[in-house]
């Protein structure tokens, strides 16, 4: 279908916002820039996203693509070229006066660029340079851009967005070869992991160069959590795309992710960037995606377990040093064969209880192998995966919490960092008891059951696993519902137009 010309920048707007709302970009900008004279906006790390859907998607960010016109055929997605919606597509000049007149509205603080590969990914990654390029140069943004790389772009222009963007992400989509082959014909894990390994070597050089460690920041907790996936030890990657030959593994466990070149690791790519002739001496001074990398994948489109998944993150975040890996749940769109049925609910605590067991890996010092297993591989939606994990290893509780370690106190259902630290800090001084705990934020009503304060617990209660699961569900019952029950809007995408009253 043929892009139309004569639309109004108003309907481009409805068209091409409305098409974006199903990729994921809920997190905040990790990157801190300060205001500069003759430039307008700045960004701040831990404030870019101040508002969220009720769902957890960011929307202070312009979201958009830059075409929906599309020549792939990827059988999931409402934008494929077989579908017939209408399509529309941004001029790079016009993404800029967007975005500058929404900020200057103060409806958004950055810019999520992504866009259907229009013609080929060549001329998509170049449409988009171009974008970024007039928002950096001549409208002078300096606010927060997250953009998205197109699999199968020359290097030199994916090298040229990362130094216009603040953050950059290569959407993953499915975990396994034959999901991705039936799925997604025009799209193969090498042509992705590619671009993602070429921008894991180039940040991380860009990092030793500004004195930096080579790899990103993480939490500071994760220096005392010895079996933390990013600890200096390296152990054999946990993780991976199915489908491809390994030594002795079973026959259902994941694999590594192939490697990016022919016999040859991408290791050292970034060394020979080249850079846009129109790129000036001050380009070259800007740091490369200094807020990291992300990616995406489709939850419930094809069969994956949740522990396939968890371990292809694992290996995502050791192995390419990403900074989030962002899970969206499917929302049946296209009648196909090798789809879910129409009228298939949309998994959303799904999604949420491996958002939570993510969270688990990246700041609690969990991996994947303790959270789930081929004998047992999803998660148990009516409790969340530190509980889960909890009752099938009731043998450790309950903990004394004037003496647990550290990196046990965070296993304890209830206590996150913040509180553990806490603990930590005042029981040096004095014996805590449950007031204490609960003054410090640690959430009782699931954390009573596996400790004790000197010795005596909340509640005179039986360690039994049926018994505490039990009240653990009871106890969750609203908030699973809620979560369950959160698409029944049909998933509307959040609108500065009626959410602020203006008439469209």
């Known amino acids: 279908m043929e892009i139309n010309r004569d639309l109004s920048l108003q309907e481009k707007l409805h068209i091409l916002a409305d098409a974006a709302k199903y990729d994921v970009a809920c997190t905040s900008s990790g990157v801190d820039r300060k205001g500069k004279k003759g430039y307008l906006g700045n960004s701040v790390a831990a404030g870019i996203c101040h508002s969220f859907a009720s769902d957890g998607r960011c929307i202070s960010l312009l979201k958009i693509l830059l075409t929906n016109h599309c020549a792939y ?14 399509r529309a597509a941004f001029t790079p000049r016009e993404v800029c006066d967007l975005t500058m007149e929404f900020y200057k509205r103060n409806y958004i ?8 590969v229009q013609k080929n990914p060549a001329y998509t990654m170049e449409k ?3 974008a970024l390029y007039l928002l950096r140069n001549e409208y002078k943004f300096n606010g927060y851009v997250h953009v998205k790389a197109i699999p199968g772009a020359p290097d030199e222009l994916l090298a040229a967005a990362g130094y216009l963007a603040d953050r950059m992400s290569v959407n993953l989509e499915l975990a396994t070869a034959d999901g991705m082959k039936r799925l997604a014909p025009n799209k193969n894990h090498k042509a992705i992991l590619r671009p993602m390994r070429m921008m894991t070597d180039t940040i991380a050089q860009h990092r030793l160069a500004a004195g930096k460690d080579a790899k990103m920041e993480r939490s500071a907790g994760n220096r005392y959590l010895p079996g933390s996936i990013f600890s200096g030890k390296r152990i054999e990657a946990y993780g991976g795309v199915q489908g491809q030959e390994t030594k002795k ?8 992710l192939p490697k990016t070149d022919e016999g040859q690791n991408a290791a050292g790519m970034a060394q020979d960037r080249m850079l846009p002739v129109q790129f000036k001496k001050a380009d070259w001074n800007r740091a490369f995606a200094p807020a990291g990398q992300s990616t995406q994948m489709i939850i419930g489109a094809t069969a994956e377990t949740d522990y396939h998944l968890l371990k292809t993150s694992q290996h995502l975040y050791r192995q390419y040093d990403l900074k989030r890996v962002f899970y969206s749940a499917y929302v049946p ?8 049925a129409l009228d298939t609910p949309t998994p959303l605590l799904r999604e949420h209880r491996l958002y939570q067991a993510d969270w688990l890996l990246r700041f ?3 991996q994947a192998d303790e959270l789930l297993s081929e ?4 998660f148990n939606e009516q409790l969340d995966p530190k509980c889960d994990w909890a009752l099938r290893h009731l043998e450790q509780f309950p903990v004394e919490i004037n003496t647990v370690p550290y990196d046990m106190l965070l296993r304890i259902p209830g206590v996150g960092p913040r509180s553990a630290e806490r603990i930590v800090r005042a029981r040096r001084y004095a014996r805590l008891d449950f007031d204490h705990l609960k003054k410090m934020g640690v959430v009782l009503k699931r954390a009573h059951y596996f400790i004790t304060c000197s010795g005596r617990m909340m509640y005179h209660i039986p360690i039994e696993e049926q018994f505490i699961t039990r009240q653990l569900v009871g106890t969750n019952q609203k908030e699973n519902w809620q979560i369950a029950h959160s698409n029944e809007q049909n998933f509307r995408q959040m609108s500065l137009f009626t959410d602020f009253q203006v008439q469209a």
Do not use: T, W
């Open 128 to 130: 988009m340079c171009e």
């Open 73 to 86: 055929d990827c059988k999931y997605c409402i934008n494929r070229c077989s579908n017939d919606v209408k």
């Open 333 to 340: 769109l296209n009648e196909d064969k090798d789809l879910p």
């Open 109 to 116: 603080e950055g810019l999520f660029l992504s866009s259907a």
């Open 249 to 256: 593994r079973g026959p259902a466990e994941a694999v590594s």
């Open 375 to 378: 004998q047992r591989p999803d």
């Open 364 to 366: 609690y010092g969990f």
